[in-house]
C-alpha cells in the first residue's frame, strides 16, 4: 500500500502542472541553494524561491520515500507547493540528480 501511494505521489509530482491545475497549487525546479531548519530555497533561472517543509510534506527520489535529511544543497529538485497567506508550503519534493 505504501509503495502503491508512493508511486502516486510521484506521478503527481513529476507532472507537477496538472497536480497544480488539481489542487491549486505550484510547482518550481531548480537548484536547492540553502536549507535550514525546515526551509528549504531553490533557484529556478534567477529567481528563488523559499519553501517550508512540514511533516506532510512527501520527499521522494525516483520510486523511494526519503526524508528532509536526504536534501542537501546543491540537489536538482522539483517542487510542488501551496501558498498559504505569505508562506509557501512544500506538499511534495522529488530529488532528480545528487550534488
Known amino acids: 500500500m505504501k509503495k502503491s501511494i ?3 505521489v510521484l ?8 497536480l497544480a491545475q488539481l489542487m491549486n497549487a505550484k510547482s518550481s525546479e531548480g537548484l536547492v541553494t540553502a536549507y535550514k531548519g525546515h526551509t528549504i530555497t531553490i533557484k529556478e533561472n534567477s529567481h528563488e524561491l ?7 510534506t512527501h520527499i521522494l527520489a525516483g520510486s523511494d520515500f526519503k526524508t528532509a ?4 544543497v546543491g ?8 501558498e498559504k497567506g505569505q508562506q509557501k508550503i ?5 530529488i532528480l540528480s545528487k550534488k
Open 6 to 8: 508512493g508511486l502516486i
Open 69 to 72: 535529511g536526504d536534501i542537501q
Open 90 to 94: 512544500a506538499l511534495a519534493i522529488t
Open 11 to 18: 506521478f503527481l509530482v513529476l507532472e507537477g502542472t496538472a
Open 75 to 82: 540537489d536538482r529538485v522539483k517542487a510542488v507547493y501551496r
Open 50 to 56: 523559499s519553501l517550508e517543509l512540514t511533516e506532510e
